[in-house]
């Protein structure tokens, strides 16, 4: 932590005037900028690269710390900074990154979700079509990616990798003992019928959730609408025409789920804590995203197949529900140059894979060597090539805005944390997404 | 009761505050002379004392509280500027529709109660004890006011772990008790009452010290008299000794609803983040997340207004109270 | 203030009230359970510090595995928590002493100007009592209702620029997030430390100041000889007060310096975050940092309790 600290040194104050001629380029360049992508030409102060993003631990750290060394290899004459901001998720870095495009001090580019999310920053955004153009990101990334990274008309994004949402991870030995097979659950009362197996059967925990942030919550309703309602209403959820009987079923076999088969600490223990009793064989079903798997890879003698294992969430075969890590790339750039060679990168395959091996998700390009990768990410890129739709998430930007989706959280909060109030979490939803 | 005070070696217009209305030293009309006359003879030169901080408070305190409620009217969020030529009370009618402020309302206005009751009670046992001649005593008491002297962030760590699950202290015991585990900080019901009694921790020290010099203020033959008329130590206390720790407890109650108000920081570092744990959001925790991680600044404000003006509640009749007593 | 202890009836016959400790048999039943509150109410306060201290000292093995109060045996017990810790917030440390020390001095010293200026000037009560008021009232104002003019006000002075000979020393500029942090706290610490010292010199002798001004002394003048070296103790009671509230503070580090990862992070920044992560609750760690941070403030309230009492109960 201390030799990061060291490297942040300066921001780029060098020279106030020769930022703010750069501004005002980059501000000119906006609605047009012609080939500047290239070869970072401008030089001088505007060289140094600064990025902001929220991995500061454990697999995320090791993710970024590929990234980075990666991109030294790749750009060994580009000075940069790249700049964890820690604490809080991605609060903090929500947090500081609005801070500075409020203080008009913009990072070169940040991590953030793309889609909905973008609107959030309507208006401060750059325009990064150019790279999208001349690195062909058009054709070798999955169409969902290609769309999710514009907002009004431009390219304001890059995507980086992709982790799968709709995830059942179990304990093998415990699904085992309980004599239950994970692979027939195809639908969410199947699975409902063997949480009761699990729970009759053995003394583990059926399902572990980890719900002191209200957030694992939100996910495991959009997995279940999906899965139990199908592509369409989800789809129709999201687009702010929800059919009101959908999600009250769905909110129903949640009550049920978190009512009856979830671990009773489940309200003050997180997502860690969580994953924790599938490692010690406390527990047998988890929901999450697959960024859950990393902290099985970490754990000793704890191999996929043979004692975790991982199955598309009941109901959800045949479709990837996406999530994407991207860069977004403010305007008034303080770096246009050299933040283009950035962007290119990023969607480079060397960046996806150096970074997504050891995040514990996939390439966005569909063109990737994935033998770098284990079997179960192999398994998961496959699945992503092959589905049959891509719906976005719920939970992390893709599917509505940022203000939808703390009104969905809060709905959450209050009315679906324990007591499990079906007929107002209903009517919050509805209320939160409708047009 | 006239005094002429002279400015020594400052300056030549010496200034007399006798009421005199043409100037004395007759060249003309002088602006601090004026001042004087108005506000009293040292008006003008001790301005140089009190008048710097002043205008720092008046800015960074009054000023700011002005701009706040201006902020409160318009529909500012996002990124840019807000626009004052638009102004409303729309953050306020949205607040008052929202389900989130209205339970934060209500959990601050428990927990100001809450624990401001249960403080002072603690608060006036510990002083109690401390007072009935013990040996120790200054140990005692320090142990007791410690936690004051420490962080927020400080004491939620600490009770983050007295509350968790599977091995806090407080489940330990509950557990070897028979009464099973509770999910104190993760059961909506139960959370703000376990906020409240780690802030008890915190703070019944100071109610201490505060009763404790309303305690030695109380001349001994009151405690003689009551002891004369064979009345029991219990019976003395609650006729006899409570009733005269008034003014003690009306400032020990403004400044514990004070800290009360404040408790976001502990309530950030239980979490480390933004959002409590849901059932313990309070109005000063609400402010923050609107403002620093939803953008929402003026509807930030319209939260902040709602809670000066609790504050004002509590405060202004106490200001009045100390007043009337001369203590202002 | 212990020497002061009064007879006042508590036992019902006692005429050596300390002769009897130790002698079981000679300690009436009452004072026995008074001796029980007592320590009960120790443990109470003890036991949340107790159980963190024990705590820092254990593996994370340790942590799960033993109870929360009991200390670390052999095979649970570790420095490397308290190592961590210290590799997290040593910085923080650092950074919090930069503004906190300033902050202090320079508001108790303003603090003292400003409750002389209103206290011991000869002008009228009816227009003192409105600023004072404000004075006093400042004290209780949540800092949650200046907090985005604050930060409006900030984004407006062009501080970071007109700084720029400190960046260009090498300097991180998140530092400037310091300097905020010091203009913030000397403003809003005003008023209590104003109402602090004014309570101090509403009842300081007035003959001595009476005399100076009777020989023409300027109101400059007998600040500086007679209040000033009088106002010692208050001093102490306000410099303490005060840098235990700044140091203790973390809503302005939040919305100023805003993240643990700055250069310029307060050590209750880096705290706040410290052992919640997507890896999990590191109990161990979180306590270890909560002494890290907490020791400051703790080692002025052992060196300097009376005077904190003191503080805190005006």
Same mark, same amino acid.
């Given at each position: 932590?201390?030799?990061?600290?060291?490297?942040?040194?300066?921001?780029?104050?060098?020279?106030?005037?020769?930022?703010?001629?750069?501004?005002?380029?980059?501000?000119?360049?906006?609605?047009?900028?012609?080939?500047?992508?290239?070869?970072?030409?401008?030089?001088?102060?505007?060289?140094?690269?600064?990025?902001?993003?929220?991995?500061?631990?454990?697999?995320?750290?090791?993710?970024?710390?590929?990234?980075?060394?990666?991109?030294?290899?790749?750009?060994?004459?580009?000075?940069?900074?790249?700049?964890?901001?820690?604490?809080?998720?991605?609060?903090?870095?929500?947090?500081?990154?609005?801070?500075?495009?409020?203080?008009?001090?913009?990072?070169?580019?940040?991590?953030?979700?793309?889609?909905?999310?973008?609107?959030?920053?309507?208006?401060?955004?750059?325009?990064?079509?150019?790279?999208?153009?001349?690195?062909?990101?058009?054709?070798?990334?999955?169409?969902?990616?290609?769309?999710?990274?514009?907002?009004?008309?431009?390219?304001?994004?890059?995507?980086?990798?992709?982790?799968?949402?709709?995830?059942?991870?179990?304990?093998?030995?415990?699904?085992?003992?309980?004599?239950?097979?994970?692979?027939?659950?195809?639908?969410?009362?199947?699975?409902?019928?063997?949480?009761?197996?699990?729970?009759?059967?053995?003394?583990?925990?059926?399902?572990?959730?980890?719900?002191?942030?209200?957030?694992?919550?939100?996910?495991?309703?959009?997995?279940?609408?999906?899965?139990?309602?199908?592509?369409?209403?989800?789809?129709?959820?999201?687009?702010?025409?929800?059919?009101?009987?959908?999600?009250?079923?769905?909110?129903?076999?949640?009550?049920?789920?978190?009512?009856?088969?979830?671990?009773?600490?489940?309200?003050?223990?997180?997502?860690?804590?969580?994953?924790?009793?599938?490692?010690?064989?406390?527990?047998?079903?988890?929901?999450?995203?697959?960024?859950?798997?990393?902290?099985?890879?970490?754990?000793?003698?704890?191999?996929?197949?043979?004692?975790?294992?991982?199955?598309?969430?009941?109901?959800?075969?045949?479709?990837?529900?996406?999530?994407?890590?991207?860069?977004?790339?403010?305007?008034?750039?303080?770096?246009?140059?050299?933040?283009?060679?950035?962007?290119?990168?990023?969607?480079?395959?060397?960046?996806?894979?150096?970074?997504?091996?050891?995040?514990?998700?996939?390439?966005?390009?569909?063109?990737?060597?994935?033998?770098?990768?284990?079997?179960?990410?192999?398994?998961?890129?496959?699945?992503?090539?092959?589905?049959?739709?891509?719906?976005?998430?719920?939970?992390?930007?893709?599917?509505?805005?940022?203000?939808?989706?703390?009104?969905?959280?809060?709905?959450?909060?209050?009315?679906?944390?324990?007591?499990?109030?079906?007929?107002?979490?209903?009517?919050?939803?509805?209320?939160?997404?409708?047009? | 009761?006239?005094?002429?005070?002279?400015?020594?070696?400052?300056?030549?217009?010496?200034?007399?505050?006798?009421?005199?209305?043409?100037?004395?030293?007759?060249?003309?009309?002088?602006?601090?002379?004026?001042?004087?006359?108005?506000?009293?003879?040292?008006?003008?030169?001790?301005?140089?004392?009190?008048?710097?901080?002043?205008?720092?408070?008046?800015?960074?305190?009054?000023?700011?509280?002005?701009?706040?409620?201006?902020?409160?009217?318009?529909?500012?969020?996002?990124?840019?500027?807000?626009?004052?030529?638009?102004?409303?009370?729309?953050?306020?009618?949205?607040?008052?529709?929202?389900?989130?402020?209205?339970?934060?309302?209500?959990?601050?206005?428990?927990?100001?109660?809450?624990?401001?009751?249960?403080?002072?009670?603690?608060?006036?046992?510990?002083?109690?004890?401390?007072?009935?001649?013990?040996?120790?005593?200054?140990?005692?008491?320090?142990?007791?006011?410690?936690?004051?002297?420490?962080?927020?962030?400080?004491?939620?760590?600490?009770?983050?772990?007295?509350?968790?699950?599977?091995?806090?202290?407080?489940?330990?015991?509950?557990?070897?008790?028979?009464?099973?585990?509770?999910?104190?900080?993760?059961?909506?019901?139960?959370?703000?009452?376990?906020?409240?009694?780690?802030?008890?921790?915190?703070?019944?020290?100071?109610?201490?010290?505060?009763?404790?010099?309303?305690?030695?203020?109380?001349?001994?033959?009151?405690?003689?008299?009551?002891?004369?008329?064979?009345?029991?130590?219990?019976?003395?206390?609650?006729?006899?000794?409570?009733?005269?720790?008034?003014?003690?407890?009306?400032?020990?109650?403004?400044?514990?609803?004070?800290?009360?108000?404040?408790?976001?920081?502990?309530?950030?570092?239980?979490?480390?983040?933004?959002?409590?744990?849901?059932?313990?959001?309070?109005?000063?925790?609400?402010?923050?997340?609107?403002?620093?991680?939803?953008?929402?600044?003026?509807?930030?404000?319209?939260?902040?207004?709602?809670?000066?003006?609790?504050?004002?509640?509590?405060?202004?009749?106490?200001?009045?109270?100390?007043?009337?007593?001369?203590?202002? | 203030?212990?020497?002061?202890?009064?007879?006042?009836?508590?036992?019902?016959?006692?005429?050596?009230?300390?002769?009897?400790?130790?002698?079981?048999?000679?300690?009436?039943?009452?004072?026995?359970?008074?001796?029980?509150?007592?320590?009960?109410?120790?443990?109470?306060?003890?036991?949340?510090?107790?159980?963190?201290?024990?705590?820092?000292?254990?593996?994370?093995?340790? =942590?799960?595995?033993? $109870?929360?109060?009991? /200390?670390? #045996?052999?095979?649970?017990?570790? !420095? +490397?928590?308290?190592? %961590?810790?210290?590799?997290?917030?040593?910085?923080?440390? =650092?950074?919090?002493? $930069?503004?906190?020390? /300033?902050? #202090?001095?320079?508001?108790?010293? !303003? +603090?003292?100007?400003? %409750?002389?200026?209103?206290?011991?000037?000869?002008?009228?009560?009816?227009?003192?009592?409105?600023?004072?008021?404000?004075?006093?009232?400042?004290?209780?104002?949540?800092?949650?209702?200046?907090?985005?003019?604050?930060?409006?006000?900030?984004?407006?002075?062009?501080?970071?620029?007109?700084?720029?000979?400190?960046?260009?020393?090498?300097?991180?500029?998140?530092?400037?997030?310091?300097?905020?942090?010091?203009?913030?706290?000397?403003?809003?610490?005003?008023?209590?430390?104003?109402?602090?010292?004014?309570?101090?010199?509403?009842?300081?002798?007035?003959?001595?100041?009476?005399?100076?001004?009777?020989?023409?002394?300027?109101?400059?003048?007998?600040?500086?000889?007679?209040?000033?070296?009088?106002?010692?103790?208050?001093?102490?009671?306000?410099?303490?007060?005060?840098?235990?509230?700044?140091?203790?503070?973390?809503?302005?580090?939040?919305?100023?310096?805003?993240?643990?990862?700055?250069?310029?992070?307060?050590?209750?920044?880096?705290?706040?975050?410290?052992?919640?992560?997507?890896?999990?609750?590191?109990?161990?760690?979180?306590?270890?940092?909560?002494?890290?941070?907490?020791?400051?403030?703790?080692?002025?309230?052992?060196?300097?309790?009376?005077?904190?009492?003191?503080?805190?109960?005006?």
């Amino acid at each position: 932590m201390t030799d990061q600290d060291k490297r942040l040194s300066r921001r780029h104050f060098v020279g106030a005037t020769g930022a703010a001629t750069l501004a005002g380029l980059a501000g000119c360049s906006g609605g047009g900028d012609g080939g500047d992508g290239g070869d970072g030409g401008d030089g001088g102060s505007g060289g140094t690269l600064e990025v902001l993003h929220a991995w500061t631990g454990g697999d995320g750290a090791t993710a970024a710390e590929a990234l980075v060394e990666a991109f030294e290899e790749e750009y060994p004459d580009i000075e940069h900074e790249f700049n964890p901001i820690g604490g809080g998720g991605n609060q903090n870095l929500d947090a500081v990154v609005a801070n500075r495009l409020q203080n008009n001090e913009p990072p070169s580019a940040f991590a953030g979700w793309p889609g909905p999310n973008l609107q959030r920053y309507d208006g401060v955004l750059g325009d990064v079509g150019s790279v999208w153009e001349e690195e062909g990101f058009e054709d070798v990334m999955v169409q969902e990616a290609v769309d999710l990274h514009q907002q009004n008309g431009a390219y304001r994004a890059v995507p980086l990798g992709s982790h799968r949402l709709n995830c059942l991870f179990y304990n093998t030995s415990v699904v085992e003992e309980a004599g239950v097979d994970p692979d027939s659950l195809t639908s969410v009362s199947a699975f409902i019928d063997a949480l009761e197996t699990v729970q009759s059967e053995t003394d583990a925990i059926p399902m572990t959730h980890g719900a002191s942030g209200t957030w694992t919550t939100t996910q495991l309703f959009s997995s279940t609408m999906l899965g139990q309602e199908g592509y369409e209403a989800y789809m129709d959820f999201l687009d702010g025409s929800p059919d009101e009987e959908a999600v009250r079923a769905t909110f129903e076999s949640l009550a049920e789920i978190l009512g009856n088969y979830i671990n009773d600490d489940a309200s003050s223990i997180g997502l860690t804590e969580s994953n924790q009793n599938i490692i010690e064989g406390n527990a047998a079903f988890i929901h999450q995203g697959n960024w859950a798997a990393g902290a099985y890879r970490n754990a000793e003698d704890f191999n996929y197949d043979e004692d975790w294992g991982f199955k598309t969430y009941p109901g959800s075969e045949g479709m990837y529900m996406l999530h994407f890590d991207s860069f977004l790339y403010p305007s008034d750039n303080p770096s246009p140059g050299v933040t283009d060679q950035f962007m290119a990168f990023v969607g480079s395959e060397a960046a996806q894979v150096a970074f997504n091996q050891y995040k514990g998700s996939i390439p966005t390009r569909t063109d990737v060597d994935m033998s770098e990768f284990g079997p179960y990410l192999q398994e998961t890129q496959e699945d992503f090539a092959n589905a049959e739709e891509r719906p976005p998430n719920l939970q992390h930007g893709l599917g509505v805005t940022s203000e939808t989706m703390t009104a969905l959280n809060d709905v959450i909060s209050s009315e679906f944390s324990g007591p499990y109030n079906v007929d107002a979490a209903t009517q919050g939803f509805v209320d939160a997404v409708s047009n | 009761m006239t005094r002429n005070t002279d400015t020594g070696d400052d300056s030549g217009d010496a200034v007399t505050d006798g009421g005199v209305t043409e100037d004395p030293s007759g060249s003309g009309f002088s602006p601090i002379a004026a001042l004087n006359d108005r506000f009293g003879s040292d008006f003008v030169e001790s301005s140089q004392f009190w008048l710097p901080p002043f205008l720092l408070v008046g800015l960074f305190v009054y000023g700011a509280i002005i701009w706040n409620f201006l902020i409160s009217l318009t529909d500012f969020s996002g990124f840019g500027n807000p626009n004052y030529g638009d102004l409303d009370l729309e953050m306020y009618t949205r607040a008052l529709a929202e389900s989130g402020f209205v339970d934060a309302a209500v959990n601050t206005f428990i927990l100001l109660v809450g624990f401001t009751l249960v403080t002072l009670g603690l608060g006036l046992g510990l002083a109690i004890l401390v007072d009935r001649n013990i040996r120790f005593e200054n140990t005692f008491r320090t142990i007791y006011l410690l936690p004051m002297s420490l962080s927020f962030v400080v004491t939620a760590q600490f009770w983050a772990w007295m509350f968790n699950f599977n091995n806090g202290v407080i489940n330990i015991v509950t557990s070897s008790l028979g009464l099973g585990r509770v999910d104190w900080l993760g059961n909506p019901d139960i959370v703000l009452w376990a906020v409240m009694f780690a802030l008890m921790w915190q703070f019944a020290g100071y109610a201490m010290v505060v009763y404790l010099a309303g305690l030695r203020a109380i001349p001994n033959e009151h405690y003689e008299a009551a002891k004369v008329d064979g009345a029991s130590t219990v019976r003395m206390y609650w006729r006899v000794i409570i009733p005269q720790l008034k003014g003690s407890t009306i400032s020990a109650s403004v400044v514990l609803m004070v800290f009360a108000l404040k408790a976001f920081d502990f309530l950030y570092s239980l979490v480390g983040g933004y959002r409590p744990p849901n059932g313990a959001d309070i109005l000063a925790t609400k402010m923050v997340r609107e403002a620093y991680a939803n953008l929402n600044w003026a509807y930030a404000s319209a939260i902040a207004i709602a809670l000066f003006l609790m504050t004002l509640g509590i405060v202004g009749p106490y200001l009045y109270y100390q007043y009337n007593r001369g203590n202002l | 203030m212990s020497d002061d202890a009064r007879t006042d009836g508590g036992t019902v016959s006692e005429t050596s009230a300390g002769a009897s400790d130790g002698a079981l048999s000679g300690v009436d039943g009452y004072r026995v359970l008074l001796y029980l509150g007592l320590l009960g109410m120790l443990a109470f306060f003890l036991i949340p510090i107790e159980s963190g201290l024990v705590t820092s000292f254990k593996t994370s093995s340790g =942590v799960t595995g033993s $109870l929360p109060f009991a /200390p670390p #045996t052999g095979a649970t017990f570790t !420095l +490397g928590k308290w190592q %961590a810790a210290f590799d997290a917030l040593g910085r923080g440390l =650092v950074n919090s002493a $930069l503004y906190a020390i /300033p902050a #202090t001095v320079i508001s108790a010293l !303003l +603090g003292s100007f400003a %409750a002389y200026g209103i206290t011991q000037s000869d002008w009228k009560p009816k227009y003192k009592a409105p600023i004072l008021a404000l004075f006093v009232a400042g004290i209780f104002i949540p800092y949650q209702a200046v907090l985005v003019p604050l930060s409006q006000f900030w984004s407006m002075v062009p501080l970071e620029e007109s700084l720029g000979f400190l960046w260009s020393l090498g300097i991180n500029d998140d530092y400037v997030g310091i300097v905020e942090l010091i203009v913030t706290h000397v403003a809003y610490g005003l008023p209590i430390c104003t109402v602090l010292f004014r309570s101090y010199y509403k009842n300081m002798s007035e003959e001595m100041i009476e005399a100076a001004r009777l020989d023409g002394a300027s109101i400059r003048r007998i600040y500086r000889r007679i209040v000033l070296p009088l106002s010692g103790p208050m001093f102490a009671v306000v410099l303490i007060y005060q840098f235990t509230q700044i140091w203790n503070d973390l809503l302005f580090t939040l919305v100023l310096v805003q993240t643990e990862s700055s250069a310029a992070a307060p050590i209750v920044l880096i705290l706040a975050g410290l052992g919640t992560s997507l890896e999990g609750q590191d109990f161990a760690l979180r306590m270890a940092g909560a002494f890290i941070a907490a020791l400051p403030t703790l080692a002025v309230y052992i060196a300097f309790g009376e005077e904190f009492a003191e503080g805190v109960a005006t």
